[in-house]
T-cell receptor, first 116, second 110 residues
């Protein structure tokens, strides 16, 4: 596709359930990033991938969060045993190289997660 | 102290006003500074970037970096209702990822 695609766009789940969020980056983009955006907290870095490896996963808030990327393309962010504080918009972004000179990340429209 | 701080506003101005948006940061080693714009229910989009200190102008937008005071600014001249959005400052870390301010929500009234 022309842009970064994320699914689902909206997800409502019950506390304690596991959720998977998917990101399909722009074709040819080697770097992929996950951010979380919630009210009052701004855009919070979670993890980034260069190819299939994750050089920086320092932003993952707990061991309930994990992410993988396969084939240097699609990435999945998994949240186990969801809690209400996990409710947020999860944004995925990709870039052609690891933050080229312009620092331009191309963002998807996000997956809005609501944990009841 | 947080690495980057931004007043979340909201900020409401009349059409045609000059808008000033600001962020402060803590690490003097930062070199790359960006402004992203985010419309409601959309992902952020890069608006401007600057390297090190100085000004950069693009149409009605001017980005300014003052490294001595660790202060970055975005000025919008002749603001338009279509400029209504959330503006996020961003800084590139040495590890390669971007850290963002909380964003300032701007509303330009016709």
């Amino acid at each position: 596709g022309a842009g970064v695609s994320q699914s689902p766009s909206n997800k409502v789940t019950e506390k304690g359930k596991d959720v998977e969020l998917r990101c399909d980056p722009i074709s040819g983009h080697t770097a992929l990033y996950w951010y979380r955006q919630s009210l009052g907290q701004g855009l919070e870095f979670l993890i980034y991938f260069q190819g299939n490896s994750a050089p920086d996963k320092s932003g993952l808030p707990s061991d309930r969060f994990s992410a993988e990327r396969t084939g240097g393309s699609v990435s999945t962010l998994t949240i186990q045993r969801t809690q209400q504080e996990d409710s947020a918009v999860y944004l995925c972004a990709s870039s052609l190289v690891q933050l080229g000179f312009t620092g331009e990340l191309f963002f998807g429209e996000g997956s809005r997660l609501t944990v009841l | 102290q947080k690495e980057v701080e931004q007043d979340p506003g909201p900020l409401s101005v009349p059409e045609g006003a000059i808008v000033s948006l600001n962020c402060t940061y803590s690490n003097s080693a930062f070199q790359y500074f960006m402004w992203y714009r985010q419309y409601s229910r959309k992902g952020p989009e890069l608006l401007m970037y600057t390297y090190s200190s100085g000004n950069k102008e693009d149409g009605r937008f001017t980005a300014q970096v003052d490294k001595s005071s660790k202060y970055i600014s975005l000025f919008i001249r002749d603001s338009q209702p279509s400029d209504s959005a959330t503006y996020l400052c961003a800084i590139r870390r040495s590890q390669g990822n971007l850290i963002f301010g909380k964003g300032t929500k701007l509303s330009v009234k016709p």
